[in-house]
């Protein structure tokens, strides 16, 4: 398993941005679920990079809530 890192940016007006690396397909909203709860935020919007769509394209199979 590749490792998976979670970069958290906060610029000086508040706005969070979180940026997965290394996780292939859906793992990645799996894995920003617990911040996003601890910090109680509306997810304004959503941007996907080219891992998300790989391991969407493969077949990965992810767990659902």
Same mark, same amino acid.
């Given at each position: 398993?590749?490792?998976?890192?979670? $970069?958290? &940016?906060?610029?000086? +007006?508040?706005?969070?941005?979180?940026? @997965?690396?290394?996780?292939?397909?859906?793992?990645?909203? $799996?894995? &920003?679920?617990?911040? +996003?709860?601890?910090?109680?935020?509306? @997810?304004?919007?959503?941007?996907?990079?080219?891992?998300?769509?790989?391991?969407?394209?493969?077949?990965?199979?992810?767990?659902?809530?």
């Amino acid at each position: 398993m590749d490792m998976q890192e979670i $970069e958290i &940016t906060i610029n000086s +007006e508040g706005k969070i941005t979180l940026m @997965v690396k290394g996780a292939k397909g859906k793992i990645c909203m $799996e894995l &920003t679920k617990p911040l +996003e709860e601890a910090l109680a935020a509306e @997810v304004e919007s959503r941007s996907y990079t080219s891992d998300y769509y790989e391991g969407v394209a493969t077949g990965q199979k992810n767990k659902t809530k």
